[in-house]
C-alpha cells in the first residue's frame, strides 16, 4: 500500500458525460501528480500540482482540468467524455516538486466510457 | 517517433534465469532515470533509480545507464514467479522548472515460469 488513495476504484459512464476523480496523498506530501494509462499510449503525464498550484503540464486535453484543494487532495475532471477516454487514472505524490523526488503511485480510477 | 522506447514484450522465461529489459530514449536532457514494477491492476511501484550514467544495485537487481549511447538496461537475476510483472522504465530532465514530469516506456510484461 503506498498510502496514495483513489476513487472511485471503477467508474462507468455514457459518452458525453462529465465525472471527477478524486485523490489523496500520502500525508506530508506536497506534489500530486496524475497519469493516464491506455494500451495504446502507455502511461502518461497529464498534470502536477504542487501545494495547490499547477507546477507541469502533460498532453491533458482542453476538455479535462484539475485542481489541488488546501487539504492538498486532488480532482481531476474530465467532461465530455469520448470512447477514446476510457483508461486507468493513477495519481501520484511525492514529497516536493522536482524530478529526484520519488513518486508514489495510486491504485487508479479504471474509467469505461461506453 | 517517441521518447522513449520500450519492447512490450512478452517475455517469457524459466526460473532463475537472467532476465535483461531495456529502454532507449532520444531526449539528451533526461538525467534520472527509473524502473518501475506494476503488477496487474495497480499502480507502479518504484524498483530503482540512477541519476546519470553508471551502474546502482540493489538485491537481485541491477539498473544500468549509458547515456552516449541513450540506453538504460533493469537485470534481474535468479528471476522468481513473483518477478511475473510490467516492468516501466521512466526518465526525467533538469531544469529550472524543476518538476517531476515522468516520461515513460511501453512497459515490458515479463512472465517467470516455475
Known amino acids: 500500500d503506498s498510502g496514495v488513495t483513489q476513487t472511485p476504484k471503477h467508474l462507468i459512464t455514457a459518452t458525453g458525460q462529465r465525472v471527477t476523480l478524486r485523490c489523496s496523498p500520502r500525508s506530508g506530501d506536497l506534489s500530486v501528480y496524475w497519469y493516464q494509462q491506455s494500451l495504446d499510449q502507455g502511461l502518461q503525464f497529464l498534470i502536477q500540482?504542487?501545494?495547490?498550484?499547477?507546477?507541469a503540464k502533460g498532453n491533458i486535453l482542453e476538455r479535462f482540468s484539475a485542481q489541488q484543494f488546501p487539504d492538498l487532495h486532488s480532482e481531476l475532471n474530465l467532461s465530455s467524455l469520448e470512447l477514446g477516454d476510457s483508461a486507468l487514472y493513477f495519481c501520484a505524490s511525492s514529497v516536493n516538486a522536482g524530478s529526484t523526488d520519488t513518486q508514489y503511485f495510486g491504485p487508479g480510477t479504471r474509467l469505461t466510457v461506453l | 517517433q517517441k521518447e522513449v522506447e520500450q519492447d512490450p514484450g512478452p517475455l517469457s522465461v524459466p526460473e532463475g534465469a537472467i532476465v535483461s529489459l531495456n529502454c532507449t530514449y532520444s531526449?539528451?536532457?533526461?538525467?534520472?532515470f527509473m524502473w518501475y514494477r506494476q503488477y496487474s491492476r495497480k499502480g507502479p511501484e518504484l524498483l530503482m533509480y540512477t541519476y546519470s550514467s553508471g551502474n546502482k544495485e540493489d538485491g537481485r537487481f541491477t539498473a544500468q545507464v549509458d547515456k552516449s549511447s541513450k540506453y538504460i538496461s533493469l537485470f534481474i537475476r535468479d528471476s522468481q514467479p513473483s518477478d511475473s510483472a510490467t516492468y516501466l522504465c521512466a526518465m526525467s530532465a533538469t531544469g529550472s522548472s524543476n518538476t517531476g514530469k515522468l516520461i515513460f516506456g511501453q512497459g515490458t510484461t515479463l512472465q517467470v515460469k516455475p
Open positions: 531526449n539528451s536532457a533526461f538525467q534520472y
Open positions: 500540482y504542487y501545494n495547490g498550484e499547477e507546477r
